[in-house]
């Protein structure tokens, strides 16, 4: 059974850094495209950065380019991460780890939330100005 739980939301200033963590279970990393979404009040859930089965591919949305980094442990590539940094109030919402039954992610359809086949249950991230 695939299982994902995400840690490490927090409150914090506009500008500063979080790094959230997702500790995956009862899958192949290797079989997996994998990412981060993300879903405010009122709003859609969206495609914040997603990473290839292999880790040699990711993904992002523009509004997080150059500020947030998503990556996998190299000695448990079943743990994926998000660091971000220079952080925006906008950014406040509540944070999903996914993963996706295919080996690339797509580079047109990777933040198409249907694709996703297993969810955690979300950390909060609160940005504050």
């Known amino acids: 059974q695939v299982r994902l739980v995400e840690s490490g939301g927090g409150s914090v200033q506009a500008g500063g850094s979080l790094r959230l963590s997702c500790a995956g279970s009862?899958?192949?990393?290797?079989?997996?495209?994998r990412g981060w979404f993300r879903q405010a009040p009122g709003k859609e859930r969206e495609g914040v950065a997603v990473?290839?089965?292999?880790?040699?591919?990711?993904?992002y949305t523009d509004s997080v380019k150059g500020r947030f980094t998503i990556s996998q442990d190299n000695a448990n590539k079943n743990a994926l991460y998000l660091e971000m940094n220079s952080l925006k109030p906008e950014d406040t919402a509540m944070y999903y780890c996914?993963?996706?039954?295919?080996?690339?992610?797509?580079?047109?359809?990777?933040?198409?939330?249907?694709?996703?086949?297993?969810w955690g249950q979300g950390t909060q991230v609160t940005v504050s100005s």
């Open positions: 009862g899958y192949t990393y290797s079989r997996y495209c």
């Open positions: 990473i290839s089965s292999n880790g040699a591919r990711t993904y």
């Open positions: 996914a993963a996706a039954r295919a080996y690339d992610c797509g580079s047109v359809s990777w933040a198409q939330v249907y694709r996703y086949d297993y």
